[in-house]
């Protein structure tokens, strides 16, 4: 069975920073794309940023280029997202999520058949 365990989420005020991590298996670090995806309440869930499995490319939506960072460790077979710069439109449920059928990894929820349980992410002064 797959799994994905998120941690990392908290309280913030606007313009701070937050690391997220999903822990997995190696043999899912290795072999699946991995992507952070979010839902604000009332709000369809959105692809934030991915991780191919083959060469480590990286996609993210265009709303945090330039602060937001995925990344993996193999040592600790986990994935990252480092944020930084936070607004509260970054508010929201932050989810892991993986799958193997594609090359390159996708910002499509639809996409993924593989999700970790979410940890809760609070832009607010």
């Known amino acids: 069975q797959l799994q994905l365990v998120e941690s990392g989420g908290g309280l913030v005020q606007p313009g701070g920073s937050l690391r997220l991590s999903c822990v997995t298996s190696?043999?899912?670090?290795?072999?699946?794309?991995l992507a952070w995806f979010r839902q604000a309440p009332g709000k369809e869930r959105e692809g934030v940023s991915c991780?191919?499995?083959?060469?480590?490319?990286?996609d993210y939506v265009d709303s945090v280029k330039g602060r937001f960072t995925i990344s993996r460790d193999f040592a600790k077979n986990t994935v990252y997202l480092q944020m930084t710069s936070l607004k509260p439109e970054d508010t929201g449920v932050y989810y892991c999520?993986?799958?193997?059928?594609?090359?390159?990894?996708?910002?499509?929820?639809?996409?993924?058949?593989?999700w970790g349980q979410g940890t809760q992410v609070t832009v607010s002064s």
């Open positions: 991780i191919s499995s083959d060469d480590g490319s990286t």
């Open positions: 999520a993986a799958e193997n059928r594609f090359r390159y990894c996708q910002l499509a929820s639809s996409e993924y058949d593989y």
């Open positions: 190696r043999f899912t670090l290795d072999y699946y794309a």
